[in-house]
């Protein structure tokens, strides 16, 4: 049986640790940005479920517009919003890229707004406009049918 003694020195030297890098990249520093909290909500959707999404700010390379467009980006990290209300959804989106911020690529699914009133989709519209607000966010574009299509976006962050 362990002591409380041996116990308390284990938790004492864990506790401080920092995992070994072993793949030599910097590590991630929390303090480098603060979580994007100067969004505004939306209240009607502007956007019907199967309308394309597209947009890029200047000088993003077209190489990379068309990268997102087919889809070929590898290991990127995926945010589901099904269910989430907007302001949920606003508050996970958050909490995503500040965890992703070190990320090229995100993948978020907000989906095609089949139950939402009058054939818009709200919650397509809030991701747009989070997107839109958002400074490190340099383009989006609809997801091919394999990755969402119409119900899911990459988006391109800026690396600083």
């Not at 506790?15 to 100067?38: G, L």
């Not at 394309?52 to 700010?57: K, R, T």
């Not at 390379?61 to 959804?89: F, R, W, Y």
Request: proline share 5%.
């Amino acid at each position: 049986m362990i002591s409380e003694s041996d116990k308390a020195l284990f938790r004492s030297v864990v506790e401080n640790n920092v995992p070994v890098n072993k793949d030599k990249t910097t590590p991630q520093d929390p303090a480098k940005k603060k979580a994007f909290k100067a969004y505004t909500y939306i209240t009607h959707g502007g956007l019907s479920g199967s309308d394309i999404i597209s947009y890029a700010q200047n000088g993003v390379s077209p190489k990379i517009i068309k990268k997102m467009k087919q889809g070929n980006i590898s290991h990127v990290p995926s945010l589901d919003l099904h269910g989430q209300t907007t302001i949920e959804a606003c508050q996970s989106l958050s909490e995503f890229m500040y965890y992703h911020q070190h990320q090229q690529f995100i993948h978020i699914i907000h989906g095609k707004g089949y139950n939402s009133d009058q054939g818009n989709s709200i919650l397509k519209s809030q991701v747009v406009s989070f997107l839109n607000q958002h400074p490190d966010v340099l383009a989006f574009n609809s997801c091919p049918p394999k990755d969402g299509g119409t119900g899911a976006v990459f988006a391109l962050l800026r690396q600083n």
